[in-house]
Nanobody, 116 residues
Framework: QVQLVESGGGLVQPGGSLRLSCAAS????????MGWYRQAPGKERELVAD???????NYADSVKGRFAISRDNAKNTVVLKMNSLKPEDTAVYYC??????????WGQGTQVTVSS
């Protein structure tokens, strides 16, 4: 009943930028929080950034100062602006949403590759 549509992944050079978007739709009474996680080959999935619908943000130490997360409450959308990208940012990025009364859901993932 809840669908997440992710966009914005791709291949960029080190130092470049990408903008990831995720829109939630379906049977949604409300959203408590949305965020992005990532998983690189051979590594565990980790939190990149998330944001509550009241605007409280949380960032991984490795991306602080480079990434910025925001949300559009009316559109049930979260945006992750990624600047100064590094090769170690290469991973599959997964959108995550906590839906009021229903629980949490995951997107299918979008590949971000930072390479020359």
């Amino acid at each position: 009943q809840v669908q997440l549509v992710e966009s914005g992944g791709g291949l960029v050079q080190p130092g470049g930028s990408l903008r990831l978007s995720c829109a939630a739709s379906g049977s949604i009474f409300g959203i408590n929080a949305m965020g992005w996680y990532r998983q690189a080959p051979g590594k565990e999935r980790e939190l990149v950034a998330d944001i509550t619908w009241s605007g409280r943000t949380n960032y991984a130490d490795s991306v602080k100062g480079r990434f910025a997360i925001s949300r559009d409450n009316a559109k049930n959308t979260v945006v992750l602006k990624m600047n100064s990208l590094k090769p170690e940012d290469t991973a599959v990025y997964y959108c995550h949403v906590v839906v009021t009364y229903r629980g949490d859901y995951w997107g299918q993932g979008t590949q971000v590759t930072v390479s020359s």
